[in-house]
């Protein structure tokens, strides 16, 4: 039986019997996994409070001849972002990032870059002024948080090799060249106007989306920067919170999943 480590995240923790736990990591070296936690809620040594989210944890696990999950045999904390479970702005875009991770990551998909991003992503936010200040005067948190989830949803779409096609009309491939063509969900691409008017592509009025005032740009501008981009760019509220909620709309479409944590907002 060989034990297996690496550093991961936790997305997903469900309750199983009295005192097991059922968790999925997005893991440095090993992609999205999901292990049981034998007697989890009772053995502080090897798991009381550093099951959290938002925790960078060093995890143990082997797997079991015959069984389809994995054993987790122990974490070890490395980082706690804590300030993202103080605000209460910030927990409800934790969650959001969890809930899409688990959703869009397959199981054992390795890939290093969804796990620094997510790491990123937990630096940024854990660095925040603004959790740490009750001062109301400080800049607003509400835009900040919709830059960081527009960062994290594009990239994460970048990296699962599902990132929409903006560039080319997906019927006759003629160029976006001013970002002016609406939006298939279906098709998951921009369509050219004489195409969806045209009726023998079969498109309802309803199924061709607007699509947001700038949102291609600064998609794809989130797609090909770093985190820092979150910190130089200023956009409007109300333009972030009509691209958030177009990605919402592409990520439902796509996942074929009511995605619950979008709909406490
Ligand atoms: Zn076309």
């Given at each position: 039986m060989k034990l297996h480590s690496t550093k991961g995240f936790v997305i997903y923790a469900k309750k199983m019997n009295e005192a097991d736990l059922l968790l999925s990591y997005i893991t440095e070296d090993y992609g999205k996994i999901t292990c049981f936690a034998n007697n989890a809620?009772?053995?502080?040594?090897?798991?009381?409070?550093?099951?959290?989210?938002?925790?960078?944890?060093?995890?143990?696990?082997?797997?079991?001849?015959?069984?389809?999950?994995?054993?987790?045999?122990?974490?070890?904390?490395?980082?706690?972002?804590?300030?993202?479970?103080?605000?209460?702005?910030?927990?409800?875009?934790?969650?959001?990032?969890?809930?899409?991770?688990?959703?869009?990551?397959?199981?054992?998909?390795?890939?290093?870059?969804?796990?620094?991003?997510?790491?990123?992503?937990?630096?940024?936010?854990n660095k925040l002024e603004t959790l740490n200040s009750q001062d109301s005067r400080q800049t607003p948190l509400n835009p900040i948080l919709l830059k960081f989830e527009i960062f994290f949803i594009a990239n994460l779409l970048k990296f699962t090799g599902i990132y929409p096609n903006f560039t080319d009309c997906i019927?006759?491939?003629?160029?976006?060249a001013y970002?002016?063509?609406?939006?298939?969900?279906?098709?998951?691409?921009?369509?050219?106007?004489?195409?969806?008017?045209?009726?023998?592509?079969?498109?309802?009025?309803?199924?061709?989306?607007?699509?947001?005032?700038?949102?291609?740009n600064l998609s794809n501008l989130m797609i090909e920067s770093d985190i820092s981009i979150i910190n130089k760019l200023n956009v409007k509220?109300?333009?972030?919170?009509?691209c958030?909620?177009?990605?919402?709309?592409?990520?439902?479409?796509?996942?074929?999943?009511?995605l619950k944590s979008f709909e406490t907002v």
């Open positions: 809620r009772k053995s502080k040594k090897r798991f009381l409070g550093k099951l959290e989210p938002a925790m960078l944890t060093n995890i143990k696990f082997y797997e079991k001849p015959g069984m389809t999950l994995d054993i987790l045999y122990e974490v070890d904390l490395v980082e706690d972002y804590k300030n993202l479970r103080k605000n209460i702005d910030v927990y409800l875009f934790l969650t959001k990032l969890i809930e899409i991770s688990r959703v869009l990551c397959q199981e054992r998909d390795v890939n290093k870059n969804i796990f620094n991003l997510i790491k990123n992503i937990y630096t940024g936010l019927i006759c491939g003629k160029n976006n970002n002016e063509f609406g939006f298939s969900l279906k098709k998951g691409g921009v369509i050219c106007s004489p195409c969806a008017n045209d009726k023998n592509n079969g498109f309802k009025y309803l199924e061709i989306k607007k699509m947001p005032v700038n949102f291609i509220e109300d333009i972030l919170m009509d958030s909620a177009f990605l919402r709309d592409f990520l439902t479409f796509h996942t074929g999943k009511r």
